[in-house]
């Protein structure tokens, strides 16, 4: 379950992310109270998964997978470059993540 937990804490990183760029610096109304309710829901649901999961695990996958989903849904829905350096920075941050998952093991 605290898979699952985590894995909603990561999807209302990346809503948070987004609705931060919607709320234009918190000057329209609904994207702002969507952004309030992410960042509500993502560290609940992080808090959730960390009563079972190591934070030295749980932390970094939930900023990445934040970081991969902004990064993604920045270029899908607000037209910003995907150029070569995102994306090996990307499959860099997922190596890392991926490594401490290993190392923890």
């Not at 931060?20 to 918190?26: I, R, V, W």
């Not at 969507?34 to 960390?50: P, Q």
């Amino acid at each position: 379950m605290a898979w699952l937990y985590l894995a909603a804490a990561a999807v209302f990183e990346i809503v948070f992310a987004l609705g931060m760029k919607y709320s234009q610096g918190f000057t329209k109304l609904g994207p702002s109270v969507l952004t309030a309710v992410a960042v509500a829901g993502g560290l609940g649901f992080l808090g959730l998964a960390l009563k079972d999961l190591p934070v030295s695990v749980a932390y970094p996958i939930w900023t990445a997978v934040g970081t991969l989903g902004t990064v993604v849904f920045g270029f899908a829905l607000l037209g910003e470059a995907l150029t070569l350096a995102k994306v090996l920075s990307a499959v860099a941050i997922v190596g890392g993540v991926a490594g401490l998952k290993i190392a923890s093991s």
